[in-house]
Antibody, heavy 119, light 107 residues
Framework: QVQLQESGPGLVKPSGTLTLTCAVS?????????WSWVRQPPNKGLEWIGG???????NYNPSLKRRVNMSVDKSKNQFSLKLTSVTAADTALYYC????????????WGQGILVTVSS | DIQLTQSPSSLSASVGDRVTITCRAS??????LNWYQRKPGSAPKLLIY???TLHSGVPSRFSGTGSGTEFTFTISNLQPEDVATYYC?????????FGPGTKVEIK
């Protein structure tokens, strides 16, 4: 059973960089799946941020592309999200998730981590 | 971007009822339309992928159908444990997008 666990600071200052890591257990980050980040701001909908493949390939949401970087650390079996120049609008519950079998949705999710952008 | 709308935004039904949710897309996601269940305090759970394929371990009372830009999700025999918010999501075009959700409650 694959399990995902997000970690990172729960509070980030405006104009700073939000960095989150997702640890993968019960499976390998090199399994052939894409690995994604999804967020939900308070009282708003779910937003796909982007995805990363173990080879380093990435797909980003164009609305965030200028500020997003994702990477995979095979040695630690984890993947990461960096979001730069954050504002209060980036306050959200952030999830990491596994893309299931060639763009057929997300079958495993982390529990989510709340990140607040505030001074 | 493919925009997804869902109707209704919420519904209340009795145990044993048949419940139907509609997801409409601004352009066709082909068959790459997925449905999730999300209970309070939990991450979304994949129920149906590829429009109509039940994900592993999902009860058969859940089903999905559709084509083009209109898709339907059905719970055939509503159970108390089905109280949740249901989301459609398209994985055909980048960026992947989600519908706004439909909250299902028990009368």
């Amino acid at each position: 059973q694959v399990q995902l666990q997000e970690s990172g600071p729960g509070l980030v200052k405006p104009s700073g960089t939000l960095t989150l890591t997702c640890a993968v257990s019960g499976g390998s980050v090199t399994s052939g799946n894409w690995w994604s980040w999804v967020r939900q701001p308070p009282n708003k909908g779910l937003e796909w941020i982007g995805g990363v493949y173990h080879s380093g390939g990435t797909n980003y949401n164009p609305s965030l592309k200028r500020r997003v970087n994702m990477s995979v650390d095979k040695s630690k079996n984890q993947f990461s999200l960096k979001l730069t120049s954050v504002t209060a609008a980036d306050t959200a519950l952030y999830y990491c998730a596994r893309d299931f079998s060639s763009s057929q949705g997300f079958d495993y999710w982390g529990q989510g981590i709340l990140v607040t952008v505030s001074s | 971007d493919i925009q997804l709308t869902q109707s209704p935004s919420s519904l209340s039904a009795s145990v044993g009822d048949r419940v139907t949710i509609t997801c409409r897309a601004s352009q066709t996601p082909s068959t790459f339309l997925n449905w999730y269940q999300r209970k309070p305090g939990s991450a979304p759970k994949l129920l149906i992928y590829g429009t109509s394929t039940l994900h592993s371990g999902v009860p058969s009372r859940f089903s999905g159908t559709g084509s083009g830009t209109e898709f339907t999700f059905t719970i055939s025999n509503l159970q108390p444990e089905d109280v949740a918010t249901y989301y459609c999501q398209q994985s055909h075009n980048i960026p992947f997008t989600f519908g706004p959700g439909t909250k299902v409650e028990i009368k």
